[in-house]
């Protein structure tokens, strides 16, 4: 009976791990879709208290700065502030290619997702259009995240996006210089910025520069390469 009990406990574990892994799918899934569709009191739902959001070089602490920024920043500069979707705005977020890595005690985890969007205004609703933004764009990135199990649900811990490259439809990547920049000032000093900027060392240039996004995971044939490369 050991050895099948022994089998049964790594079966339940196995178990454990794929529901875990499929949850953390789904609540970053679901971020992408609230993101769509401008909804900032949903997306802070899928944080913990104390998440935060990494984005242009700032840090949106709490479901206060999430809501600032999703909220306040995005969905004000996208819909006037309205919940979506609104008549004339593309602005679709596709995530995909996801590695999520649990951890052995199945409290915390980390993820790698993709992500690409499209966004713009149609001819005839150019008047809602920010005037800084142009009217069709596209932009990739890349999000290497923290989530924790808090009273037996995932939520996300540090949802951290480092922009990949921004084009303006008309032009192509290969022409655009990126519309959205780095933050330079913080809350409140800035009612739209962020509660903390990265340091120096870890400041994020837009495109057309590319900067590398470490991996949480390691490669089964090249982890051990890896492992010495970061030791060095």
């Known amino acids: 009976m050991s050895d099948v009990e022994a089998r049964l406990g790594a079966l339940e574990l196995r178990v454990r791990e794929l529901e875990d ?17 401008n909804r900032p009191d949903e997306v802070a739902d899928l944080f913990a208290e104390d998440g935060c959001v990494v984005f242009l070089s700032g ?42 890595t649990v951890a052995p005690d199945g409290m915390t985890a980390k993820g790698r997702f993709h992500g690409i969007l499209l ?35 995932w939520k996300i811990k540090r949802l951290d996006y480092m922009m990949q490259w921004q084009g303006d439809y008309e032009s192509g990547w290969a022409h ?13 000093e800035d009612p739209l910025g ?24 390691a490669h089964p044939k090249f982890g051990i390469a890896f492992a010495e490369q970061a030791g060095k």
Request: no cysteine.
């Open 119 to 153: 966004g713009g205004w149609h001819d005839d609703f150019q008047d809602t259009r920010e005037e800084m933004m142009p009217q069709q764009f596209m932009e990739a990135g890349i999000y290497e995240n923290d989530y924790v199990k808090v009273d037996g649900v």
């Open 59 to 100: 840090e949106y602490v709490g479901h206060a700065g999430v809501k600032r920024l999703y909220g306040d920043w995005i969905a004000g500069r996208f819909t006037g502030g309205k919940p979506g979707p609104v008549n004339g705005l593309l602005l679709d977020h596709f995530q995909m290619q996801d590695i999520v």
């Open 176 to 188: 655009t210089t990126a519309h959205l920049q780095p933050a330079t000032k913080l809350f409140p």
């Open 194 to 217: 962020p509660d903390r900027i990265l340091t120096a060392d870890q400041h994020r240039q837009t495109w057309p520069f590319r900067q590398d996004v470490p991996m949480h995971f």
């Open 21 to 37: 892994m499929a949850a953390i799918r789904r609540l970053h899934w679901a971020y992408g879709y609230y993101i769509d569709f």
